[in-house]
């Protein structure tokens, strides 16, 4: 098993920041594509954005304009910057890396994030 370890989330008001960060192995921050997913109670788990090798990013069209993903390749660490929060982005967000025929191959426990109205 390949420990990634998420942190940074916590509670917060409607429109307010957060900003998520997962710590990678370096063997395997420098080779694999990267991402963050979440899911809500009752609901299923759902890709918030991924970032590739190749710094190509993608975002779920909720959190275009609001979500950054980005990378530090001296601490090996995956970031979420989260802006504009809102209830919807309630839920406990994962980073994972590794993309393989379909899936990623390794994932954190996990963040809780919630926002309140």
């Known amino acids: 098993q390949v420990p990634l370890v998420e942190s940074g989330g916590g509670s917060v008001q409607a429109g307010g920041s957060l900003r998520l960060s997962c710590e990678v192995p370096g063997h395997i921050f420098s080779s694999c594509d990267m991402a963050w997913y979440r899911q809500a109670q009752g609901k299923e788990r759902e890709l918030v954005s991924s970032?590739?090798?190749?710094?190509?990013?993608v975002y779920a069209d909720s959190v275009k304009g609001r979500f950054t993903i980005s990378k530090d390749t001296v601490k090996n660490t995956l970031y979420l910057q989260m802006n504009n929060l809102n209830t919807d982005d309630t839920g406990v967000y994962r980073c994972?890396?590794?993309?393989?025929?379909?899936?990623?191959?390794?994932w954190g426990k996990g963040t809780q994030v919630t926002v309140s109205s």
């Open positions: 970032i590739s090798t190749k710094d190509t990013t």
């Open positions: 994972a890396a590794c993309y393989f025929v379909g899936s990623y191959r390794y």
